[in-house]
Each structure stands twice: as structure tokens, then as C-alpha cells.
């Protein structure tokens, strides 16, 4: 079975930082490129940064700076480094994989962690 995992989610201070990971399990992950998606309540889902197997990364504009995604192959899991976190960053951050060579949208996902940015 194929299963997303994240986890490190929770609470923070505007202006302090959080990391986030997602552990895959099921898939030849090597070969996907795995992004990070938010989504906050009455918003459209977003994707916030991606790396692909070669580690070429994309961000969002709005994160750009701030945020820095890795993966670690060995160990299955991808990771998101959130510095200077703003209110508006609060939502739940999913993890997905992305198979290269089929189309039509990120193939699996996993059930996301909270993040809160507040005082």
C-alpha cells in the first residue's frame, strides 16, 4: 500500500520557523517528484514548493525566501523548512508525489498536518 505520512506539525510565533517532513512508503520514491500543497478553511488548495529526483525545486511566490523543501532518498522522506512564518501561512500542509511520466495531477497524498502561525 502506498501512504504519505507527514508530520511536525503544531504551533508557532509569527516570525519563528517550523519543519515539516513526509515519510513515503509504497513507491520507487527516487523517481517522483514530491511537492508540498496547503490548504487553509474556504480556501483553494495550493502547492508550495516541489523538488523533483533531480532536485530541481519550484515555490511559490508567496513562500519564496522563506520556505526551503529537501528530500533524503534513503530514508523515503521529503522535507519542508519553514522560516520567518506569517499568520497567513496557517493551513494544513500535505505532502503528495507526483509520478514524472503520468499526467493528469499529483498521484497520491497523504492527510496533511496542521500548522498555526499566531500570537
Known amino acids: 500500500q502506498v501512504q504519505l505520512v507527514e508530520s511536525g506539525g503544531g504551533w508557532v510565533q509569527p516570525g519563528g520557523s517550523l519543519n515539516i517532513s513526509c515519510a513515503a512508503s509504497g513507491i520507487i520514491f527516487n523517481i517522483y517528484t514530491m511537492g508540498w500543497f496547503r490548504q487553509a478553511p474556504g480556501k483553494q488548495r495550493e502547492l508550495v514548493a516541489a523538488i523533483t529526483s533531480g532536485r530541481s525545486t519550484n515555490y511559490a511566490d508567496s513562500v519564496k525566501g522563506r520556505f526551503t523543501i529537501s528530500r533524503d532518498n534513503a530514508k523515503n522522506t521529503v522535507y519542508l523548512r519553514m522560516n520567518s512564518l506569517k499568520p497567513e501561512d496557517t493551513a494544513v500542509y500535505y505532502c503528495?508525489?507526483?509520478?514524472?511520466?503520468?499526467?493528469?495531477?499529483?498521484?497520491?497524498w497523504g492527510q496533511g498536518t496542521q500548522v498555526t502561525v499566531s500570537s
Open positions: 503528495g508525489a507526483d509520478h514524472p511520466r503520468l499526467q493528469g495531477g499529483y498521484d497520491y
